[in-house]
């Protein structure tokens, strides 16, 4: 009997033994199976909302089978949506949804071109009016700020600028100031639209200053004019900071935690490249739903 308790003791030591060495046991190079567990619907519904994301739009049959095409090559793998996404952002459309939703929180309408040529010609006229000789330098800046909304989309379409230059120019003209009147509404709107909180008294003051042409600091760097004003705010990582956040609450409906914004703001801030910043939080298992 005692032998019979030994031999089913030792049997069972083993058997843990063996079990706990394959379960510590490494694999070198390895490859895991897909889990095709990810249903065609959840793919499905995957594709159609990163095409309302970018384009503002849902997948066409077409754009579906190719989108299904692609991320079932590794059954929706992190590099798989990466090359679905890369497709989407290829379509023309992608541009003109990030124009729209810039210029209708921004200045609540699409650029009239038209208008815009209309006020480039005024003032050019007055450039050659004696009455307004002594208004020469604000003709040009006026004629400058114009002439940079005409060729925003051209120019952003083209990869001429980035989304900040965008932006910069968005709020550099006279639609935005007639929305946003005075230094002191115009300061606040660019923290209230960007940062998502009004600025503090110093932060008030010292862009107040510098926007109406007195020298000083604004951000801790010195500047003596709105240009300087603008150059500084939209070249500071709190600008970048605000742009993932905003898409963090567009995407996932939810603010980033510390590290997140952390991450992504000095990636973002590093390259400068906005679709990668999109593709990065459109890749990720929270907005896939997987």
Do not use: W
């Not at 925003?152 to 007639?178: P, S």
């Not at 300061?187 to 960007?194: A, D, G, L, P, R």
Request: proline share 2%; charged share 25%.
């Amino acid at each position: 009997m005692r032998i019979a308790q030994f031999l089913i003791v030792t049997s069972v030591i083993c058997l843990l033994a063996a079990c706990t060495k394959y379960e510590t046991q490494y694999i070198p190079d390895n490859t895991i199976p897909p889990d095709e567990t990810v249903s065609d619907v959840k793919v499905e519904n995957y594709a159609n909302k990163v095409y309302i994301s970018l384009l503002g739009r849902e997948a066409t049959a077409t754009e579906m089978e190719a989108a299904k095409a692609t991320l079932r090559q590794n059954n929706v793998s992190a590099d798989d949506r990466k090359q679905f996404i890369a497709s989407v952002l290829a379509d023309s459309a992608y541009y003109f949804r990030v124009l729209t939703i810039a210029t209708d929180q921004l200045i609540r309408q699409s650029i009239d071109t038209n208008f815009i040529n209309l006020q480039i010609d005024l003032y050019t006229d007055r450039l050659n009016d004696p009455q307004y000789a002594n208004f020469r330098d604000q003709i040009l800046y006026e004629i400058d700020r114009y002439t940079e909304l005409k060729r925003l989309e051209k120019d952003y379409i083209n990869g001429l600028i980035e989304l900040k230059e965008v932006h910069r120019r968005l709020v550099n003209n006279l639609f935005y100031d007639d929305i946003n009147m005075g230094t002191t509404n115009f300061v606040i709107s660019c923290f209230e639209n960007f940062l998502f909180r009004s600025p503090t008294g110093n932060e008030l003051a010292d862009g107040e200053n510098m926007v109406n042409g007195l020298y000083g600091q604004f951000l801790l760097i010195e500047g003596r004019s709105k240009d300087d004003f603008l150059d500084i705010f939209f070249s500071n990582d709190l600008y970048y900071e605000g742009q993932v956040r905003t898409l963090f609450k567009r995407y996932l409906f939810r603010e980033p935690n510390s590290e997140e914004s952390a991450y992504y703001t000095a990636r973002f801030s590093s390259n400068l490249n906005y679709e990668e910043l999109q593709t990065a939080i459109l890749s990720l298992n929270e907005y896939a739903e997987f």
